[in-house]
Structures are given as structure tokens and as C-alpha cells.
């Protein structure tokens, strides 16, 4: 047990301390290249910021998750080297696409080709959903074909990238509740599966680390910004979710809230004919910023808090019925906030 600590640890220590070096680098690479917001804006920045705050985070996971294979903790599944470079392979390529998306300003399109690209890789090395738990009776559902498997964990990785995306417009937001998704998913495969899977739980562990040393720098107000590093951290809690055992019901309530915004928004925009994947201020964090009712520090509280609380509940609701019943009280409560907050009018007239 001691071991297992030490390198809980030194996982964790490893990506944060790499993170939180990296980031001076990262801003000075952006300031050096001009890898910079434009002022105004979906944010409404008063002045140019860097953006290739996810360098720091990709650096701080890569490096800890390397050092972690090499850790004297217990392993179990004969596929995790595998799994785990299609993870470093893939999360390398969506990470280069961010950073290009950065630079040249991808469109839409290109940034879908790129996300089918890495989910397409990361289900070559054996990181795909398999099956899912009745939430009636307890049991996983019985095999599927692998054009269905193909089909839903690229909806599943495409959905969590462009949610956590589109959560990316509050300083700390993103990362933070990305942390938080991690505590969960590191917390169970740690402590409450049986057995425990100690070595796939050091990845969320190394994300955790990563993530908490970007938010020193990005937490309001924020001194650099992720930039298309929300396509990489979709993409990890995504992988992460899948890796050693679906624990999408895990994602599913920490992420209930920015999931549902993102189908909200999705639907208003169509509904306008719009282009439903076309960034605005309409999403909850924005509203709640330009009604006056809160800060952006109390925006990203509140969002941290209702995350873990929901989060916390998949960790101690042995029964999949309750988690299924969890996640309905969850959405119920999201929709009457969302039409509390859709009836709020904003204090002044933003640009989207």
C-alpha cells in the first residue's frame, strides 16, 4: 500500500510540476509567434492573450504517463501498453491539430476530419466502448457488432470534444471541471472497482496533475489560454472514460451540465438557422456573465460544485438504478435552470 501511494504521488506530482513549468515557455512561444486572442470577441478580451496554454497541459500528461508505466503498481489488463500508446499517439495528433487551429484558424470542417481521424485511431489500439451497464438490472448489455461499437465511440469521442469545447469561454472553466471529471474517474478505478485497477488510474491521475497546473495560470483572471487545447482535453476524458472498463456514467453526470448546454445551444442555433457548431455567448456561462448575476469566478465555482456533487454520487450510489435516477434529477434540475436563465435578458448588447 505504501508503494501504491508513493506513486500516486509521484504521478501526480510529475504532471503538475511539468505543467506548471511549461507555461512561461507556452506564453512566450505565443507572444514569439503571435499565437495570440484577438481582443473582443466571443471573450471580449481587453487585450491580445496567449493561447497555447495546452502545451502545458499535453506536456505535463505526456511526461507523467510515460513515468507511470514504469511504477511498481499492480497491472491486470493485457491490452494497457497498447491502449495506452493508441492514447499518447492519438492525444498527440489532436493536440497538434489544436495548435494549428490556433495559428490558421481551422474551419469546422477540418476540425471534424481531425477529430474522426483520432477517434479512428484511438479504436485501432483497442480504446472503444463495448458495452453498457443496464441501469434495470445491473448486468452489461450482450455484444454488439463492430460497426455498431465503430459508430458510438465515435459519437461518444466527437461529443465529448466539442462539449468541452464549447465550455472554454470562462477563465478556469474548462480545465477545472476537466479536473474534476479526472478526480472521478481516477477516484474509481482507485478505490471503488473490485478488483482495483491501480495502474489504468494513474492516467486521469497524470490529467489531474496537468490540468491543476494550467488552471495556476488560468483561473481568473487568467494570464494564457488553452486555445484548441479543449479539443485535447474532450479527447483525454473521452479516452479516459473507455480505458479499462466504461465509466461513461461517471462523464455522464460530472458532464451532465456543459453536455446539456451543448445540446441546448445546438438546437437554438438550428432552430435560427444557424450553424449549430458556430461559437456565441449564448451558453449558460455567458448569460450568467452578461446578466451581471455573477462573476466569472463564481461562474466557474458554481460549475465545479454542481460537477463534483453530481460526480461524487457515482462513487458512492452502488446501485445503477440510483445513478440512473441521479442523472434524471440531474437533467431535471438543468432544464429549469436553463429556463430560468434563458428568461434573464443580458445588462448590454454583446458581440457574438
Known amino acids: 500500500m505504501p508503494t501504491t501511494w508513493i506513486s500516486f504521488l509521484l504521478t501526480f506530482l510529475i504532471a503538475f510540476g511539468t505543467s506548471l513549468a511549461l507555461i512561461p515557455l507556452a506564453k512566450w512561444l505565443s507572444f514569439r509567434y503571435k499565437v495570440l486572442s484577438n481582443p473582443g470577441g466571443r471573450r471580449q478580451e481587453s487585450q491580445p492573450m496567449p493561447k497555447l496554454g495546452s502545451l502545458a ?3 505535463g500528461f505526456m511526461v507523467a504517463a510515460v513515468v507511470a508505466q514504469f511504477l511498481p503498481v499492480p497491472r491486470q489488463d493485457p491490452y494497457e501498453i497498447i ?13 497538434a491539430v489544436g495548435v494549428l487551429d490556433d495559428i490558421y484558424e481551422l474551419s469546422y470542417f477540418w476540425q471534424a476530419v481531425a477529430q474522426i481521424l483520432v477517434a479512428s485511431i484511438a479504436i485501432i489500439f483497442q480504446i472503444f466502448i463495448e458495452y453498457f451497464t443496464n441501469p434495470f438490472s445491473g448486468l452489461p448489455t450482450e455484444g454488439w457488432s463492430y460497426i455498431v461499437t465503430v459508430i458510438l465511440t465515435l459519437l ?3 461529443t465529448m470534444m466539442n462539449t468541452v469545447n464549447f465550455l472554454d ?11 474534476i471529471a479526472c478526480v472521478m474517474l481516477f477516484a474509481n478505478s482507485a478505490f471503488v472497482l473490485e478488483p482495483s485497477q491501480t495502474s489504468i488510474s494513474l492516467l486521469p491521475l497524470a490529467m489531474m496533475g496537468a490540468c491543476l497546473g494550467f488552471l495556476v495560470y488560468n483561473f481568473y483572471p487568467a494570464q494564457i ?19 479499462g472498463g466504461a465509466k461513461m456514467a461517471t462523464i455522464l453526470l460530472v458532464m451532465g451540465l456543459p453536455l446539456m448546454d451543448l445540446a441546448w445551444q445546438a438546437f437554438n442555433r438550428i432552430r435560427h438557422k444557424r450553424n449549430p457548431f458556430q461559437g456565441d455567448r449564448g451558453h449558460v456561462h455567458f448569460r450568467l ?3 451581471g448575476l455573477m462573476t466569472h ?11 463534483a456533487f453530481f460526480g461524487v454520487l457515482t462513487l458512492v450510489l452502488d446501485s445503477q438504478l440510483y445513478k440512473f435516477l441521479a ?12 429556463v430560468i436563465v434563458g428568461r434573464i435578458k443580458p445588462l448590454h448588447i454583446t458581440s457574438e
Open 297 to 307: 469566478r463564481q461562474i466557474a465555482l458554481t460549475y465545479y460544485s454542481f460537477c
Open 83 to 95: 491502449r495506452l500508446i493508441g492514447l499518447l499517439l492519438s492525444g498527440s495528433v489532436i493536440f
Open 57 to 59: 497541459m499535453f506536456g
Open 156 to 158: 461518444w469521442f466527437g
Open 225 to 243: 489560454y488553452m486555445g484548441g487545447g479543449a479539443l485535447y482535453l474532450g479527447f483525454q476524458l473521452g479516452a479516459l472514460s473507455v480505458i
Open 327 to 338: 442523472f434524471g434529477a440531474m437533467l431535471l434540475v438543468i432544464v429549469i435552470g436553463f
Open 169 to 179: 469561454g470562462i477563465d478556469g472553466l474548462a480545465g477545472g471541471v476537466t479536473f
Open 289 to 291: 456573465l452578461d446578466s
